[in-house]
């Protein structure tokens, strides 16, 4: 055994690989399918830059809250905060059962949706090889027939599953990080041949003006909340996915270096992707605003009139499918890292036993599209923010000032300004504006 996997509980044993899984994690659905669709409806350039706003307000110092929580705490997320909390008294003990507590919720519930609407993207696949059957009558039918059909989607559904359950049953060196170091160089691969093949056939132009142009006119109120939302979702924050991943590295020394790297990737990803996808969308002449079906209605129509487009089909939809696989592998980790470390459960057994409880609660989802969306609402308009919400308060407020800044004392120099400017930030500037966002999903604005 090697040394990253001697300690016990495994770990990641290069810093790439802890890199790549963290943005194995980040990357999915909500930067291909979620991220293009959304800034098609709230009209491109300005949404885009708010976006990158609120990654850099929000998402970057809980990002670095979350995984230094984990790296200091060393293990799960509940046992994580309550390591790190335990001299806070009372406030500590409601942090610490809040946040775990709601991390164990919404690993389960995001990942019995999620797996739902990537097993979509498994069939998608599968008809591009022709081992699945489209609707003559067009890609609006064919994706009817799929996500109006219980038994088909709940079959893709356990196709899924069973991938995540495979490779988290594998261990963190052996099954995440060896999964991910391909997953990752793959998506990425693919969505450069994609963006050299728009840069070819066309399109490019008008997607670049669209995603970088922003006409400040279209800017809301709406607009700035789903912008803010999104950039939580799309950093895996929230649920102690980082806090889970942060556990698994080595040393504090990275961990500044690291966040910047998984935001970076995370972001250019989501732009790339929009790129792609609005390149096509405009230059056969279709909708930037079709809305959630952008990426299962709209697209499959352009490709099958788009010149290689088979093939293009295929690239794209294995391409959801692996940035999908590597994040519903770090929201089961969540909850399987939070078996063994508390309850001293196997690796095997953790993965397989949570892994059909998911799979259970996910059943609903593939037979309603009434129930997904209501998971996909409770989750991310409020189990997520207020999970959010808690670790920002916990990492600024409860936490030592040793844990707290371990990240940026490590760099070369000190950091001392970083950690000043970061410290504020956590404290007062993300934990308000993730409060805009709970209130926005409870409607009160
Ligand atoms: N970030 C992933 C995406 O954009 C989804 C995801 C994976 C996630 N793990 C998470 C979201 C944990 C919130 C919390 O598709």
Not at 138 to 159: K, R, V
Not at 242 to 266: E, I, P
Not at 330 to 357: C, K, M, N
Not at 437 to 445: A, D, H, Q, T
Request: a negative charge; glycine letters at 16%; hydrophobic letters at 55%.
């Amino acid at each position: 055994m090697s040394d990253g996997e001697s300690g016990g509980r495994g770990g990641f044993r290069t810093d790439l690989g802890f890199v790549l899984a963290a943005a194995g994690s980040a990357v999915g659905l909500g930067n291909i399918w979620k991220f293009p669709y959304i800034t098609g409806e709230y009209g491109g350039g300005a949404f885009v830059l708010i976006y990158l706003a609120c990654i850099a307000l929000v998402g970057l110092p809980l990002l670095y809250a979350e995984m230094i929580i984990g790296r200091r705490g060393g293990k799960d997320v509940l046992d994580s905060m309550s390591a790190l909390t335990a001299h806070a008294g009372t406030p500590g003990k409601l942090a610490t059962w809040g946040v775990g507590l709601l991390a164990v919720g919404s690993g389960l519930f995001i990942l019995s949706f999620y797996a739902v609407v990537a097993g979509w993207a498994v069939h998608f696949v599968a008809i591009s090889v022709g081992l699945a059957a489209a609707d003559a009558s067009g890609s609006e039918a064919t994706f009817t027939a799929l996500a109006g059909n219980g038994g088909l989607s709940a079959w893709w559904h356990t196709i899924f599953m069973g991938l995540v359950v495979f490779v988290v049953a594998g261990g963190v060196q052996s099954g995440i990080e060896r999964a991910c170091k391909i997953l990752m160089p793959a998506l990425m691969t693919i969505l450069l041949i994609l963006l050299a093949y728009v840069g070819i056939t066309g399109g490019l132009g008008a997607s670049l003006a669209f995603l970088f142009r922003p006409d400040f006119s279209k800017v809301s109120g709406e607009a700035i909340l789903e912008a803010l939302g999104h950039a939580f979702f799309t950093l895996s924050l929230g649920m102690g996915a980082m806090v889970t991943y942060g556990s698994y590295l080595q040393s504090d020394r990275h961990v500044v270096r690291d966040q910047l790297a998984v935001a970076f990737l995370d972001t250019a990803i989501a732009l790339v992707a929009g790129l792609v996808i609005f390149a096509v969308v405009f230059s056969m002449g279709a909708e930037p605003g079709a809305g959630p079906g952008l990426v299962f209605i709209t697209l499959p129509d352009l490709f099958a009139r788009i010149p290689g487009g088979a093939f293009v089909a295929l690239a794209f939809f294995v391409l959801l499918v692996v940035a999908a696989w590597s994040s519903g592998i770090s929201l089961l980790e969540v909850v399987v890292a939070l078996g063994i470390d508390r309850f001293g459960w196997s690796r095997r057994t953790a993965a397989i036993g949570i892994g059909v409880l998911i799979w259970a609660l996910g059943l609903p989802s593939a037979f309603s599209g009434e129930f997904l969306d209501f998971m996909d609402n409770l989750t991310t308009r409020y189990m997520l923010p207020i999970g959010g919400f808690l670790i920002a308060l916990s990492a600024g407020w409860l936490l030592g000032k040793e844990d707290r800044e371990a990240g940026f004392t490590a760099l070369p120099g000190g950091g001392a300004i970083l950690a000043v400017g970061w410290t504020f930030t956590i404290r007062f500037v993300t934990p308000a504006l993730v409060l805009l966002v709970i209130l926005n999903g409870l409607g009160l604005f």
